[in-house]
């Protein structure tokens, strides 16, 4: 008896074999491929996870250099997943006006190649971009909150190397390809602080003397572990079906505040003086920042058939913060 080919985006399931989901994650040792790692891996019976990263790749984690095709083609001839999940990038604003050559290669290119090649392989790729793609309404007069279908023009280099790549993913990665964007994150089991763009707000806290902060952008920082969580809904719908919910979603918590403000609030979680502390209410230094790029889920939660309820902020930043709570108090 002959077996007929799965039609693309279909997973690959023998009759009555119930088989764990392949999912392979990019960008693995960063704090979103951190988390769903830890949730998929969980759950053995149902996903069978494959973590890649580079410069900071230790076992379990594969080492893989995304901007040589050769070694990506290789790992997905390897491993065959299902799908892709691809959260490397260079996210730092200020590093990609350093070095736009690599971002170049990294955001746009490499992105581009792996949406291709999981098509080639049979594999959905899920692309996870910014909400910096947005202008805060510097060019397009659109104001936020910004639906999935409102027009982007990033206002600096790393934005418009996340929009070019989500271009990439359109043009190279197929029907069933998706678009997840999210805000600035935080992560709980941050060896340091300066990981995340936001949780480094609070070494601000540590300097001696006046110390004038960032009270003009606002930000939604949002916490991995609940956007591992609609990604794992988003990989349990997609499986059923890939092409069921593809093109660009949103994630992001409605909770927001200025670097100021996130300061204070650390001051208080840390039981730090703030008084040192000043508002800075004009536009910060370095690449250009848009002001406001609230993202609107509506459309995501309208997709995966329930709206996520999202980690207080409050609670969310006293438990980032524990480990550097105790090494304030040494």
């Known amino acids: 008896l002959g077996l007929r080919q799965a039609p693309s985006g279909a997973r690959r399931v023998l009759p009555g074999v119930a088989a764990a989901m392949k999912v392979l994650i990019t960008g693995a040792s960063g704090m979103l491929g951190r988390s769903l790692m830890r949730l998929l891996s969980a759950d053995p019976e149902t996903y069978q996870v494959v973590g ?177 969580v609609v990604l794992k809904a988003i990989l349990d719908l997609k499986a059923k079906d890939a092409s069921t919910v593809s093109g660009i979603l949103h994630c992001s918590s409605g909770e927001f505040l200025t670097k100021y403000r996130m300061a204070i609030m650390m001051a208080e979680i840390l039981e730090l003086p703030s008084d040192h502390l000043r508002p800075d209410p004009n536009p910060p230094a370095g690449a250009p920042r848009p002001q406001n790029t609230q993202l609107d889920c509506s459309a995501t939660w309208a997709a995966l058939g329930f709206e996520h309820s999202f980690t207080p902020l409050r609670s969310g930043l006293e438990s980032a913060l524990r480990s550097f709570k105790e090494t304030c108090k040494a």
């Open 52 to 228: 890649t990263g580079l410069t900071r790749a230790e076992p379990p984690l594969r080492r893989l250099d995304l901007t040589d095709e050769g070694s990506a083609r290789a790992i997905l001839d390897e491993l065959r997943p299902d799908f892709v999940v691809h959260c490397a990038a260079e996210r730092d604003p200020d590093r990609a006006d350093q070095d736009p050559e690599g971002v170049l290669k990294l955001n746009v290119a490499a992105s581009g190649t792996m949406a291709r090649l999981c098509v080639e392989h049979n594999a959905t790729i899920i692309y996870i971009s910014t909400d910096y793609v947005f202008d805060g309404g510097v060019v397009t007069e659109v104001l936020p909150p910004y639906g999935v279908d409102a027009p982007t023009e990033p206002v600096n280099f790393y934005g418009r190397s996340k929009r070019d790549g989500e271009l990439a993913i359109l043009a190279e990665g197929g029907p069933a390809a998706l678009t997840l964007r999210v805000p600035v994150l935080y992560a709980q089991d941050c060896k340091d602080v300066s990981e995340s763009a936001s949780l480094i707000v609070a070494k601000s806290l540590l300097k001696t003397g006046e110390q004038t902060i960032d009270d003009w952008g606002v930000r939604f920082p949002t916490s991995v572990d609940d956007v591992a």
